[in-house]
């Protein structure tokens, strides 16, 4: 499966990152717009940016939500945060276990801090790879007030396919 816009692969994500899991352009990294249009039609928040071609997407899912992630590493202990609690030392723990996206060269005497993925999955979406008739189904829904849009609940820039 190809991008239309750039020509790239579509990437499958995994669900036990911090990212909304399923098919991303491989250029711009970018929500498949048929998953996009699903998150939005279930109520996923957009939130607006400054920009007329992309927006913020985000979702609340249970599967994996327990899984532990990388918080901050440290070459030594500094001790507890209020937040995330006491670091461990990597020696001590199985990284098989914990979603690592971002971090790589891990050594034994590394010092990380784990906190739970939780159920919040954020994302992005340029709406540039949206198909014409995805455009008036979301210009629609928009008309109708069933996009969920976080603050300031409106575009600062409207999409640049909406006509006032």
């Avoid at 001590?92 to 590394?110: K, M, R």
């Amino acid at each position: 499966m190809t991008c239309p816009v750039h020509g790239y692969e579509w990437v499958e994500r995994a669900a036990d990152s911090y990212t909304i899991a399923g098919p991303h352009c491989s250029w711009d990294g970018s929500l498949h717009p048929d998953l996009f249009m699903s998150l939005v039609r279930e109520g996923a928040t957009l939130t607006p940016t400054d920009k007329n071609y992309k927006v913020y997407v985000e979702t609340e899912v249970q599967e994996g939500a327990e899984k532990l992630r990388i918080m901050s590493r440290a070459s030594h202990n500094p001790g507890t945060s209020p937040v995330y609690g006491a670091y461990r030392q990597v020696k001590d723990v199985d990284l098989s276990d914990v979603n690592t996206a971002g971090w790589s060269d891990f050594y034994p005497e590394d010092w990380v801090q784990l906190a739970p993925i939780g159920t919040r999955r954020h994302d992005k979406f340029y709406f540039e790879h949206l198909s014409g008739d995805q455009k008036e189904e979301f210009v629609a829904l928009l008309n109708a007030k069933k996009i969920a849009l976080a603050f300031p609940g409106r575009f600062y820039r409207l999409p640049f396919f909406v006509v006032t």
